[in-house]
T-cell receptor
Framework: DAKTTQPPSMDCAEGRAANLPCNHSTISGNEYVYWYRQIHSQGPQYIIHGLKNNETNEMASLIITEDRKSSTLILPHATLRDTAVYYCIASNSGGGADGLTFGKGTHLIIQP | NAGVMQNPRHLVRRRGQEARLRCSPMKGHSHVYWYRQLPEEGLKFMVYLQKENIIDESGMPKERFSAEFPKEGPSILRIQQVVRGDSAAYFC??????????????FGSGTRLTVV
């Protein structure tokens, strides 16, 4: 898996959009960008993934730059329950070939 | 549709005892992954199993740790002769049979192992 770099922590006001950046400058052509989050003491939760195109689902949007060297996860209307550690992973193992490599992630704190 | 079920949620063992952690994947999922999270650290991949087969155990410690996923029943992560350094949260994830494309894994709530 390619190395990813994320800020260790971020704050966001409740109701605002939370934009979480991730750098993956060494990503290879067949590696997808995955986002997971881990709310305190719980198991990780899959959020979204993408290869080249921007993606959106009921939880979030994923914006990937054209050169694929960075991406941004957007939570459009953050709530207190979105406080968690968010992990950005670049991997080609989404088909189950092997495990994902989790880094330290970004601790997102939603402020009331 | 139950998610990935792990039990027990909390397990306390004395040094030298054995720990058995169980994981039942989501219905229809035949791939299981085990991860370990040490206190204040990220998740580390341990092992990937399909029914009756270990596919990738590159993250497993060479000694005392073993995993299985029998034809019937849950996947078991077994730690023999536990030491204090084995204290961690152990998470299991599952995914369906690979056909094509990419998808996210579904994780269980974990087993917190405390070695005293």
């Amino acid at each position: 898996d390619a190395k990813t770099t994320q800020p260790p922590s971020m704050d966001c006001a409740e109701g605002r959009a939370a934009n979480l950046p991730c750098n993956h400058s060494t990503i290879s052509g067949n590696e997808y960008v995955y986002w997971y989050r881990q709310i305190h003491s719980q198991g990780p939760q899959y959020i979204i993934h993408g290869l080249k195109n921007n993606e959106t689902n009921e939880m979030a949007s994923l914006i990937i730059t054209e050169d694929r060297k960075s991406s941004t996860l957007i939570l459009p209307h953050a709530t207190l329950r979105d406080t968690a550690v968010y992990y950005c992973i670049a991997s080609n193992s989404g088909g189950g070939a092997d495990g994902l490599t989790f880094g330290k992630g970004t601790h997102l704190i939603i402020q009331p | 549709n139950a998610g990935v079920m792990q039990n027990p949620r909390h397990l306390v063992r004395r040094r030298g005892q054995e720990a058995r952690l169980r994981c039942s994947p989501m219905k229809g999922h035949s791939h299981v992954y085990w991860y370990r999270q040490l206190p204040e650290e990220g998740l580390k991949f341990m092992v990937y199993l399909q029914k009756e087969n270990i596919i990738d155990e590159s993250g497993m410690p060479k000694e005392r740790f073993s995993a299985e996923f029998p034809k019937e029943g849950p996947s078991i992560l077994r730690i023999q002769q536990v030491v204090r350094g084995d204290s961690a949260a152990y998470f299991c994830a599952s995914s369906p049979v690979i056909t094509s494309g990419h998808y996210g894994y579904t994780f269980g709530s974990g087993t917190r192992l405390t070695v005293v």
